[in-house]
């Protein structure tokens, strides 16, 4: 009997033991399957974090459609002032199809302005040279931050290579005359260029 005893208490220790390490073993298993949550966009770089974004698909787009999508894949450091779909959707009738008419002429010009040499916090006032050549200008004195009088409506999106603040209206270079679009577009007390307007 009390061999019987000994056998069936080293037999229950066995279990328990190839219980615990098979838990172990598939605890271990379910954390290296994890993907570590990390800041969104620290390996991505500019291009690639608007392209997954979802709110700047026209914006991807008209890179695309300018063959400038390489120019926020380098090593920057960039800032993109990036119009929001919502704000694309806001243009005046069959001002996007004109644009997008003139890929490498109005529209590339027009995306150009919106990319910045070097990074820039939504959080003070600057004036800004782009990478089109004409100034931008950021004021954060009021309630919320604009540029060129477009609000910007989401701060510090993080990419590899530069920020990303996503604004709520087009900018246009103050060279740029596009009749459709300056029928509504609004100069900026600083002459830095136009904004289209977005607000109802």
Same mark, same amino acid.
């Given at each position: 009997?009390?061999?019987?005893?000994?056998?069936?208490?080293?037999?229950? +220790?066995?279990? %328990?033991?190839?219980? +615990?390490?098979?838990?172990?073993?598939?605890?271990?298993?379910? +954390?290296?399957?994890?993907?570590? %949550?990390?800041?969104?966009?620290?390996?991505?770089?500019?291009?690639?974090?608007?392209?997954?974004?979802?709110?700047?698909?026209?914006?991807?787009?008209?890179?695309?459609?300018?063959?400038?999508? &390489?120019?926020?894949?380098?090593?920057?450091?960039?800032?993109?002032?990036?119009?929001?779909?919502? %704000?694309?959707?806001?243009?005046?009738? &069959?001002?996007?199809?004109?644009?997008?008419?003139?890929?490498?002429?109005?529209?590339?010009?027009?995306?150009?302005?919106?990319?910045?040499?070097?990074?820039?916090?939504?959080?003070?006032?600057?004036?800004?040279?782009?990478?089109?050549?004409?100034?931008?200008?950021?004021?954060?004195? &009021?309630?919320?931050?604009?540029?060129? &009088?477009?609000? +910007?409506?989401?701060?510090?999106?993080?990419?590899?290579?530069?920020?990303?603040?996503?604004?709520?209206?087009?900018?246009?270079?103050?060279?740029?005359?596009?009749?459709?679009?300056?029928?509504?577009?609004?100069?900026?007390?600083?002459?830095?260029?136009?904004?289209?307007?977005?607000?109802?």
């Amino acid at each position: 009997m009390r061999t019987t005893c000994t056998l069936l208490m080293v037999a229950l +220790v066995l279990g %328990a033991a190839v219980l +615990v390490c098979g838990c172990t073993s598939l605890r271990e298993d379910n +954390v290296q399957n994890q993907t570590p %949550a990390g800041t969104p966009g620290e390996n991505l770089t500019i291009d690639e974090v608007l392209a997954r974004d979802g709110n700047f698909s026209t914006f991807v787009r008209a890179l695309d459609a300018s063959r400038l999508e &390489g120019l926020l894949t380098g090593s920057g450091p960039y800032t993109v002032f990036a119009p929001t779909d919502e %704000a694309f959707s806001r243009l005046p009738p &069959g001002t996007l199809d004109e644009l997008f008419g003139d890929p490498k002429g109005n529209l590339a010009e027009i995306l150009l302005y919106h990319v910045a040499p070097g990074e820039y916090p939504a959080s003070e006032d600057a004036t800004i040279a782009t990478v089109q050549g004409s100034p931008i200008a950021l004021d954060a004195t &009021g309630e919320s931050m604009t540029v060129n &009088g477009a609000k +910007v409506v989401r701060t510090g999106i993080p990419a590899a290579n530069g920020v990303i603040h996503a604004i709520d209206a087009v900018l246009l270079p103050p060279e740029i005359t596009l009749p459709v679009i300056n029928a509504t577009a609004t100069d900026t007390p600083t002459g830095t260029g136009n904004t289209t307007n977005t607000t109802d």
